[in-house]
């Protein structure tokens, strides 16, 4: 604990940069994830084996798949920004998929005959019903990102992971404490936030 301690704005510094990058690759993820799961959301027969391969995507080791991302896009910031998105989509489509089947049938057929459209239908009824799902996906996908974003400081792009393998390159096991220790409070603030989002979707649909 002594180097967070004695090094706050660094420690500050590298976890704002864990932020950005964590936020703004879950933004990217779901912006891709909500089409995919509304797609097999539609197609029962789809799901099943698109949800299969972003399962497959995600049980791959993290360090493998940076190492085949650096080999392609070289060093920085752009391999873990990938790595996070790819790993995200299997958590974040398969809580769209469940939220939006959850919703109940007898609230859609009625949207339907009162007219509605099916875009109306989805925005006003569907997505309203599933978001407390859908946000738990999220929760869920941000503290797995927050955890493999560390990774980041072992190919140069920057946040608390940098603490993490200067302690191990320099053997010097405050920095890898202050590191996960950082990162720890980060999953748990983000959790808590998250968690807090949820609670209050689930009472408005309810």
Do not use: C, K
Not at 17 to 36: K, Q, R
Not at 70 to 90: E, H, S, T
Request: aromatic share 4%.
């Amino acid at each position: 604990m002594n180097y967070l301690l004695d090094h706050p704005a660094r420690v500050a510094s590298l976890a704002a940069e864990h932020v950005e990058l964590v936020a703004a690759a879950l933004a990217l993820a779901f912006a891709i994830a909500l089409p995919i799961g509304l797609y097999a959301a539609r197609r029962p027969h789809v799901a099943g084996w698109l949800l299969g391969v972003l399962g497959a995507l995600y049980t791959i080791p993290s360090l493998a798949l940076l190492a085949v991302l650096v080999r392609l896009l070289g060093l920085g910031m752009a391999p873990i920004f990938v790595a996070l998105v790819a790993y995200a989509q299997f958590m974040l489509a398969r809580n769209v998929v469940t939220g939006i089947n959850g919703v109940d049938a007898a609230q859609v057929d009625a949207a339907r005959g009162a007219g509605m459209s099916g875009n109306q239908i989805l925005t006003r009824i569907e997505l309203p019903q599933a978001l407390p799902v859908i946000v738990g996906g999220i929760r869920i996908a941000a503290i797995a990102s927050i955890a493999i974003a560390t990774l980041g400081g072992y190919v140069g792009s920057g946040g608390l992971g940098v603490l993490i393998f200067n302690g191990l390159t320099l053997h010097q096991p405050s920095m890898i404490v202050a590191g996960s220790v950082s990162a720890s409070i980060l999953a748990v603030i983000t959790d808590g936030a998250l968690r807090l989002v949820e609670r209050r979707a689930r009472l408005g649909t309810s």
